[in-house]
């Protein structure tokens, strides 16, 4: 029997974030959809930004704090308008979350063409690094500059994940790159960390039930979490809460990494 934790998920209201202005990537489901559910109920003001404008209809909907915007995170232009929407509509820009990304079912190496594995390296780190650029841009333009920024990488960048290729390269490269802009920003109060998800329950895992199974026995303890509990990680970062936090990875994955 796969024991639950009746604790694992902290409950909004605390209004940990009121009156900050967020853009979050990926929003339309998964991580992203809970990050700004979560951020909303904590009080901030948000720009949810992703493809499917149909799933962003459905989160504007929920909260008079989100506001949505379509974009494709590889294309640096229309990120650099996303946050500008932030800016132009509330103010400024506090924070940022980088859930835009994406996968592959498991496919043997031969199989990824030329075309795949750059896309995959696009959207998870091309995209990535759009984000930080048009963060950091808006942060400092704060009096005086201050910010939080949260990429999202992969337990796949901490461990041989039985994952396609790209998806870990693109991933351990987010780690590599959240440092180093970590350290460039830290002196300007702009925390840039990254969260490491293990096995979540969005559409992102893989779909093969086999597939899952083998995935989830890696980990101690052998289960998926929901997408609320990355998000409540994610708002730890984000809030004063981290207030020390400089180019961390936070990785909840089950115990399949433990690092020291």
């Not at 951020?39 to 799933?55: H, I, M, Q, T």
Request: charged content about 20%; some cysteine; aromatic content about 4%.
């Amino acid at each position: 029997m796969v024991l639950q934790d009746p604790f694992a998920i902290t409950e909004p209201g605390a209004l940990r974030l009121q009156d900050k202005v967020a853009v979050v990537t990926g929003a339309a489901s998964g991580i992203g959809a809970a990050v700004v559910r979560r951020f909303a109920a904590e009080g901030a003001r948000v720009v949810a930004v992703d493809l499917d404008s149909e799933k962003l209809d459905v989160l504007q909907e929920q909260s008079d704090q989100v506001l949505t915007s379509l974009c494709d995170v590889t294309d640096s232009a229309q990120v650099d308008e996303v946050f500008d929407l932030a800016a132009d509509t509330w103010g400024r820009v506090d924070v940022a979350v980088t859930c835009a990304g994406v996968a592959l079912e498991p496919v043997d190496i031969e199989d990824i063409d030329d075309e795949t594995f750059a896309r995959v390296v696009e959207v998870n780190l091309h995209g990535t690094f759009y984000c930080l650029r048009a963060a950091a841009r808006h942060m400092r333009r704060n009096s005086p500059s201050s910010g939080a920024i949260v990429t999202i990488s992969s337990v796949g960048a901490l461990a041989p994940f039985p994952l396609p290729a790209p998806y870990p390269a693109a991933k351990a490269g987010v780690l590599g790159m959240t440092r180093a802009v970590a350290a460039l920003l830290a002196k300007e109060n702009i925390r840039v960390n990254a969260l490491a998800p293990g096995a979540t329950d969005t559409p992102m895992m893989p779909q093969d039930p086999s597939v899952r199974e083998f995935m989830l026995n890696l980990q101690p303890m052998a289960r998926a979490v929901p997408p609320e509990e990355m998000a409540a990680n994610v708002l730890y970062l984000a809030s004063g809460d981290a207030s020390f936090m400089v180019g961390q990875t936070v990785s909840p994955n089950g115990g399949y990494v433990m690092v020291t």
